[in-house]
């Protein structure tokens, strides 16, 4: 069992950065993918990154990529999303994730509880 709670967030005008952090319970923490979603009013939700259970390998959905950075830290359980450059389009409720399998598509077993991100124009 994984619980994740979530932290950072928040209003922020476009250009701005933010940070989300995940930070899970468990000691197999490090055994475990981690992947950032979000889901903004009336969409399905949507892969924003992810990260592999060493750090290794991650990837970033198009919209996102070369502006969200995801990283890892296993000896503190915590896995980041930095969001820079951001845009009126990335406001969404954000949600990170935990599964043995990396995937880009929402099907990972444990959920954080989400946290919005607001953009404003």
């Known amino acids: 069992q994984v619980q994740l709670v979530q932290s950072g967030g928040g209003l922020v005008q476009a250009g701005g950065s933010l940070r989300l952090s995940c930070a899970a319970s468990g000691r197999t923490f490090s055994t475990y993918a981690m992947g950032w979603f979000r889901q903004a009013p009336g969409k399905e939700r949507e892969f924003v990154a992810a990260i592999s259970w060493s750090g290794a390998l991650t990837y970033y959905a198009d919209s996102v990529k070369g502006r969200f950075t995801i990283s890892r830290d296993n000896a503190k359980n915590t896995v980041y999303l930095q969001m820079n450059s951001l845009k009126p389009e990335d406001t969404a409720v954000y949600y990170c994730?935990?599964?043995?399998?990396?995937?880009?598509?929402?099907?990972?077993?444990?959920w954080g509880q989400g946290t919005q991100v607001t953009v404003s124009s």
């Open positions: 994730a935990a599964d043995t399998l990396l995937a880009t598509i929402p099907k990972y077993k444990y």
